[in-house]
């Protein structure tokens, strides 16, 4: 039980503000993408019709603790992005912020 409560004082901060981020990960356009060609033929196939073009990429949610404004929150959800989510030879990020 202790330990129970311990993980619930972690939580709570001193403005009990969390916010999330939401990261968006995809190739640069200058890049071919396999599997979005891949899965846009396999929607062909089904029967689906209108598509020009299919790209595939990735999705983070990051949750952040209350200890950072809102300006430290972007500053390092972009440092984060650039340094670990992607590939910056290949990919391109975009995120917001939601309290």
């Known amino acids: 039980m202790r330990g129970a409560l311990c993980g619930l004082a972690e939580r709570v901060t001193?403005?009990?503000?969390?916010?999330?981020a939401y990261v968006y990960v995809s190739l640069k356009r200058s890049v071919l993408d396999p599997q979005g060609k891949t899965i846009q033929g396999a929607l062909q196939k089904m029967g689906y019709k209108g598509l020009e073009n299919v790209r595939q990429g990735k999705y983070f949610e990051l949750t952040l603790d209350?200890?950072?404004?809102?300006?430290?929150?972007?500053?390092?959800?972009?440092?984060?992005?650039?340094?670990?989510?992607?590939?910056?030879?290949i990919e391109e990020f975009r995120f917001s912020l939601a309290e």
């Open 14 to 20: 001193y403005n009990k503000v969390f916010m999330t």
């Open 66 to 89: 209350g200890g950072l404004s809102r300006e430290e929150a972007q500053n390092e959800v972009e440092r984060i992005a650039r340094e670990v989510l992607t590939n910056p030879v």
